[in-house]
C-alpha cells in the first residue's frame, strides 16, 4: 500500500507547483509579448506570486501539523537527508521568492501612480515601509531585491529540476511508487 499525503497537501503541492512553473516561464515572454502586453503579464505576474506566497504560507502551516507519510524503507540515509534538505529549500525559495519580488515592486518609482491588483479584482497592498523610502534608497532597495528575486528563480529552476528528477529516478529506476504519494 502506498503511503500518501493528505488531500490538502496534496492540492496546495500542485496548485503552487503550477503557479510557479507559470511564474518562472513568464518573464521569458515579457519581450516577445510586445509592448502593449507586458504590463498585463507583469500584473499577472505579481498576481500569481502573491498567490503563491498566501498557499505557500497554508501549506508550510499544513507541514508543520500535519506529518508526512515516511519514506519509503529502501531509501538510503543520504537521500533521506538530500529529500528532506531539498523541501526545505523549496520552502525557503516559495517564500523567498514573491518576498522579494513584493519588496523590489513596492519601491518601484512608479509604484504609487500604478496600484497593485490582484487578478483585477481588488488593490493588493504594497510594503508601506518600502514605499516611504527616500528615492535614492528605494531605487537602491528596488535593483537589489530585483536582482536577489532573479537568481532566486534562478536557484528555484535548479532545485524543481532536482525534486522533479529525484521522483521520476525513484520512480522509474528504483520501483517505488513515488508519484503515487503526491498524486490525486
Excluded at 498585463?40 to 498557499?55: A, C, Q
Excluded at 504560507?57 to 543520504?78: E, G, N
Excluded at 528555484?156 to 522533479?164: F, I, N, P, Y
Amino acid at each position: 500500500m502506498v503511503k500518501k499525503y493528505t488531500g490538502i497537501a496534496i492540492a496546495l503541492h500542485w496548485i503552487i507547483a503550477v503557479g510557479i512553473v507559470v511564474n518562472l516561464l513568464l518573464p521569458n515572454i515579457w519581450e516577445a509579448a510586445g509592448d502593449e502586453n507586458v504590463r498585463p503579464l507583469i500584473n499577472l505576474h505579481k498576481s500569481i506570486g502573491v498567490t503563491v506566497l498566501g498557499l505557500a504560507v497554508m501549506r508550510l502551516l499544513w507541514r508543520l501539523t500535519h506529518r508526512p507519510p515516511a519514506l519509503p524503507a529502501s531509501y538510503k540515509p543520504w537521500e533521506v537527508t538530500a529529500s528532506h534538505a531539498a523541501h526545505w529549500a523549496l520552502y525557503a525559495l516559495i517564500l523567498a521568492i514573491p518576498l522579494t519580488g513584493w519588496i523590489m515592486d513596492s519601491a518601484w518609482k512608479d509604484a504609487a501612480a500604478n496600484p497593485m491588483q490582484w487578478f483585477g479584482l481588488f488593490e493588493w497592498p504594497r510594503i508601506g515601509p518600502v514605499m516611504g523610502l527616500d528615492e535614492a534608497t528605494k531605487k537602491g532597495v528596488h535593483d537589489s531585491f530585483g536582482e536577489a528575486h532573479e537568481i532566486l528563480g534562478y536557484a528555484m529552476w535548479a532545485l524543481w529540476a532536482l525534486h522533479v528528477g529525484a521522483a521520476l529516478k525513484h520512480q522509474f529506476m528504483d520501483g517505488e511508487k513515488e508519484l503515487q504519494r503526491m498524486l490525486p
